[in-house]
Structures are given as structure tokens and as C-alpha cells.
T-cell receptor
Framework: AQSVAQPEDQVNVAEGNPLTVKCTYS??????LFWYVQYPNRGLQFLLK??????LVKGSYGFEAEFNKSQTSFHLKKPSALVSDSALYFC??????????????FGSGTRLLVRP | EADIYQTPRYLVIGTGKKITLECSQT?????MYWYQQDPGMELHLIHY???????EKGDLSSESTVSRIRTEHFPLTLESARPSHTSQYLC??????????????FGEGSRLTVL
């Protein structure tokens, strides 16, 4: 069965400092991995995805994520946080062997709070 | 740029009323989804559709129903709303392109409050 875990309900970081939002996954085959961001009273916005190839994926708004197969992790990172990065972040996985199912499995979400 | 629209954005209604949340996309996607998001943030898939006249129940049981008569339209209906239905409802779609990665495009959400 597919699953994804975001172990932190909230991450606090000072503006200008690097940030990491953690995500681990479990799939039986090779994963497609995604990060989404949600601002208050809005839908989810796509940030980046890992399909294959380079383990470091660059996305929108200066975010990047590193795929680590041995640790089954896909942590979201940014070198220098902005107050405007404060939002909810969701990790999601799709097992590419399950081609009949296009459902993404979402983590429980992590609230990022960047203080000035 | 994703083109998926939800109406209404906000709805406050009384118990027992019938409501329909609209979702339309102009991208020609054949796959569409409804997620319910509780105040604790988690997303729960309640319905999905892989094409016209195809609908399936999601992972979370829901008293709502959906229909897919046209590719671009995936409305969600509650026949008799109750306070327990108070939630944010998010519609999404994904590409039907062969070998597509399955990333979802989301609407802005419909926040339903049942008094």
C-alpha cells in the first residue's frame, strides 16, 4: 500500500534562515513524488515533482526537494526563508506501477511559519 | 496555468438544504477528483472520475454524490446538508496524456458551513 508521512505538524523558522519540511513515503514500486503549497482560503498549488533522473528537483518560488531512495524521503528545502513562505505544505506520492489508479496519496500537511 | 473553477467559494446554509458545489475545468482533463479538507488540514479523497459517465467513491466515505455528464464538469451534491458536512471541498483534475505523471491541478475550493 502507498503511504506518505509528514512527521512535523509545524515548522518554525526565522526569515533568512534555511528551511526543511520533511516527507517520507512508502510504495511498492517506483514513486512519483510531489509537493504542494496551500495559502489561507485557497486551493493547493503545485510546487515541484520528482519523476526520475536527478535527485535534486527545483521548483517554484525558490523551493527544491531532494529524493533519497535509500531513506525513502523527499524533503522540501529552501536556502533562505521568506515571511511570505508561511503556508501549509503537502507532500504526495503516486505509485507508478499502479497505472490504473491516478490517485495521489497526500500527507497530513505541515504548517510552515516564518517569523520576521 | 491551471484552469479549474469552483463555485461558490463560500456557502452558509441551514440544515436539511440541498446544495450543489460546481467544478469546471477547461484543460480537457479526463480525470477529476473531489477532496474534503477538515480543519485539521488533512485531505481526504471522497470521489473521483476517470471520464464521462465514470464515478467512483474515494477513500473517505461521504454522503455526497457526484456526476460526470460532460468532461469539463464534475459537480458534487448533498441532498440534505448537516452540520457534520461543514468543511472545505477541493476539486482537482489531472491530464489524460499517455504516460502522464498524474500531478493534480486544484480549484480554489468551496468552503461550506451548515448551521
Amino acid at each position: 500500500a502507498q503511504s506518505v508521512a509528514q512527521p512535523e505538524d509545524q515548522v518554525n523558522v526565522a526569515e533568512g534562515n534555511p528551511l526543511t519540511v520533511k516527507c517520507t513515503y512508502s510504495v511498492s514500486g517506483n514513486p512519483y513524488l510531489f509537493w504542494y503549497v496551500q495559502y489561507p482560503n485557497r486551493g493547493l498549488q503545485f510546487l515541484l515533482k520528482y519523476i526520475t533522473g536527478d535527485n535534486l528537483v527545483k521548483g517554484s518560488y525558490g523551493f527544491e526537494a531532494e529524493f533519497n531512495k535509500s531513506q525513502t524521503s523527499f524533503h522540501l528545502k529552501k536556502p533562505s526563508a521568506l515571511v511570505s513562505d508561511s503556508a501549509l505544505y503537502f507532500c504526495a506520492v503516486r505509485d507508478i506501477r499502479m497505472d490504473s489508479s491516478y490517485k495521489l496519496i497526500f500527507g497530513s500537511g505541515t504548517r510552515l511559519l516564518v517569523r520576521p | 496555468e491551471a484552469d479549474i473553477y469552483q463555485t461558490p467559494r463560500y456557502l452558509v446554509i441551514g440544515t436539511g438544504k440541498k446544495i450543489t458545489l460546481e467544478c469546471s475545468q477547461t484543460m480537457g482533463h479526463d480525470k477529476m477528483y473531489w477532496y474534503q479538507q477538515d480543519p485539521g488540514m488533512e485531505l481526504h479523497l471522497i470521489h473521483y472520475s476517470y471520464g464521462v459517465n465514470s464515478t467512483e467513491k474515494g477513500d473517505l466515505s461521504s454522503e455526497s454524490t457526484v456526476s460526470r455528464i460532460r468532461t469539463e464538469h464534475f459537480p458534487l451534491t448533498l441532498e440534505s446538508a448537516r452540520p457534520s458536512h461543514t468543511s472545505q471541498y477541493l476539486c482537482a483534475s489531472s491530464s489524460n496524456r499517455q504516460g502522464g505523471t498524474g500531478e493534480l491541478f486544484f480549484g480554489e475550493g468551496s468552503r461550506l458551513t451548515v448551521l
